[in-house]
């Protein structure tokens, strides 16, 4: 079993920024893939961006490209999300998620195997 701590989360003013973080703890005390992904009221969940076991490749949604940026720690897995030049419409419940076996940083949700309780960002106008 992983556990995922999110903090970061909270009001900011559209073209400002904030910081997510995300820590997993527990499992088989490997590496894993990380991803966020948040959840709008009345929408869909939606892919947000995703980072391999050691940082090497990165992948982002289309609605996030150029604003957001996911890293990592070294050798542990705590993940971060920038996010800059922030709009209403990234008003959500992020969430962070581990794939604990996977070989390819997924934009779906079905690799990943454990998720975060979530943290709400609003972006108001």
């Known amino acids: 079993q992983v556990q995922l701590v999110e903090s970061g989360g909270g009001l900011v003013q559209a073209g400002g920024s904030l910081r997510l973080s995300c820590a997993a703890s527990g499992g088989t005390g490997g590496i894993f893939i990380m991803g966020w992904f948040r959840q709008a009221p009345g929408k869909e969940r939606e892919f947000v961006a995703a980072i391999s076991r050691r940082g090497g490749s990165t992948t982002y949604g289309d609605s996030v490209k150029g604003r957001f940026t996911i890293s990592r720690e070294t050798d542990n897995n705590t993940a971060h999300l920038q996010m800059n030049s922030l709009k209403p419409e990234d008003t959500a419940v992020y969430y962070c998620?581990?794939?604990?076996?996977?070989?390819?940083?997924?934009?779906?949700?079905?690799?990943?195997?454990?998720w975060g309780q979530g943290t709400q960002v609003t972006v108001s106008s």
């Open positions: 998620a581990v794939d604990v076996d996977g070989t390819i940083v997924a934009r779906r949700s079905t690799p990943y195997d454990f």
